[in-house]
C-alpha cells in the first residue's frame, strides 16, 4: 500500500510539473550564455516543433498541445509559421495568424512555454517586421512567449542576417522589452563562429539557434557550437531530430544520444522535429493520428517513440 502511494504521489507530481512550468520558472532571461528563470536559475526547456503551419494546419489544434504536453510533458512547443510557400503567411496571413495563435493560446492555457517560429529560408523583412510587430502587441505580456525571428537562413551571409535580425528585434522590443529572442545563422543555423566572432549588441535576452540532424551533423557541430558558447553566444536548440538533413533516411540513435547527452551536460534547450504526418522519418505521426490528440501508440512513429520517451525521461 505504502508503495502504491509513493507511485501515486510521484504520478501526481509530474502532473503539476508539466502543468506549472511557467508558474514555477516565470520570465526567462539568458546570463552569460545560460537560459535561466526568474529566480536565476538555470533552466533547460525540452519540447516539441510542430512542422510548417501551410503544409500540416490540421494539427496546429488546442487538443495537439495538450497531448504534447500531458502525454509527452513538453515544457515548450513551437509553432512554425510557414511563410513563402504556397497557403503560406505572404498569400494568406489570416489563416496562418489563427492557425499560430490556436497553437500560442494553447500553450498559455497549458502553462508551458511556446517559441512562434518565422519558419522561412529566406529574408522577408517587411513582412516580418509586420508579422513581430502584430505578435508582440498581443502577447508581449506573456512570460510565456519566446521569439524566433529567422527559422534558417541558408545562403545568406551573416552581415545580411544580422542587419535583418536587427531591424526585426528592434520592432518586437519596442512593445515587448524582456521576453527572449532568438536569432539564425547562415546555413540552416550552422555557422554560429560567424555571430561568434561579430554578435548583436544593444539587446538584452538574445539567444542564438542551432539546429542539427544527427544522421548527417556530427562532432564537427558540437565542437563548433562548443567554441561559440565560449565565446559568449547563448545557444538554444530549436528544432533538431535522428535521421539524415533531408528529414528523412535511417534514424543514427548513437548520434542522436550523444547530441542529447552533449545537451543535457551543458543544459541546452531542444525541440523534436516535426508534429506532423508526412511520409518522412522525421514526421513523428501516421496519418492515423486524429487533430485533436489521444493517439495512440500505432499513431506514433519509430521518432515519434523516441522522442516522447526522451521528454519523459526528465521526470
Not at 236 to 249: H, K
Request: charged share 25%; net charge negative; with cysteine.
Amino acid at each position: 500500500m505504502k508503495k502504491l502511494f509513493f507511485l501515486i504521489e510521484a504520478l501526481s507530481l509530474v502532473v503539476v510539473l508539466d502543468a506549472q512550468v511557467v508558474k514555477q520558472n516565470g520570465k526567462l532571461r539568458v546570463e552569460g550564455t545560460q537560459l535561466v528563470n526568474a529566480k536565476g536559475e538555470p533552466i533547460a526547456l525540452h519540447g516539441m516543433s510542430f512542422g510548417w503551419s501551410c503544409f500540416h494546419p490540421r494539427f496546429y489544434t488546442a487538443g495537439a498541445v495538450h497531448e504534447l504536453v500531458k502525454e509527452w510533458h513538453s515544457t515548450v512547443i513551437r509553432a512554425s509559421l510557414g511563410v513563402e510557400p504556397a497557403k503560406g503567411y505572404k498569400q494568406d496571413s489570416a489563416t496562418q495568424m489563427r492557425l499560430i495563435k490556436t497553437v500560442v493560446d494553447a500553450a498559455i492555457k497549458e502553462n508551458v512555454y511556446v517559441i512562434i517560429d518565422w519558419h522561412s529560408h529566406n529574408i522577408n523583412l517587411e513582412e516580418a517586421k509586420t508579422f513581430f510587430r502584430n505578435i508582440a502587441t498581443e502577447y508581449h505580456q506573456y512570460p510565456h512567449i519566446i521569439y524566433e525571428i529567422f527559422n534558417e537562413p541558408d545562403h545568406e551571409t551573416w552581415p545580411e542576417v544580422k542587419a535583418y535580425s536587427e531591424e526585426v528585434i528592434r520592432v518586437i522590443r519596442a512593445i515587448d522589452k524582456d521576453n527572449i529572442i532568438l536569432v539564425g545563422s547562415p546555413r540552416w543555423d550552422q555557422e554560429l563562429q560567424l555571430p561568434a566572432a561579430d554578435p548583436i549588441k544593444g539587446f538584452d535576452n538574445l539567444m542564438y539557434t542551432m539546429h542539427f540532424y544527427a544522421g548527417t551533423h556530427k562532432q564537427w557541430l558540437r565542437d563548433r557550437t562548443n567554441l561559440a558558447i565560449e565565446k559568449g553566444l547563448a545557444i538554444f536548440v530549436s528544432e533538431c531530430a535522428g535521421m539524415e538533413a533531408t528529414g528523412d533516411g535511417p534514424i543514427d540513435h548513437a548520434e542522436w544520444k550523444r547530441f542529447k547527452d552533449w545537451m543535457d551536460e551543458r543544459k541546452i534547450s531542444w525541440l523534436a522535429w516535426s508534429v506532423s504526418d508526412k511520409a518522412e522519418t522525421c514526421s513523428v505521426l501516421n496519418p492515423t493520428a486524429g487533430s485533436n490528440g489521444n493517439w495512440k501508440e500505432s499513431d506514433i512513429k519509430e521518432w515519434g517513440r523516441i522522442t516522447k520517451n526522451a521528454l519523459k525521461s526528465y521526470y
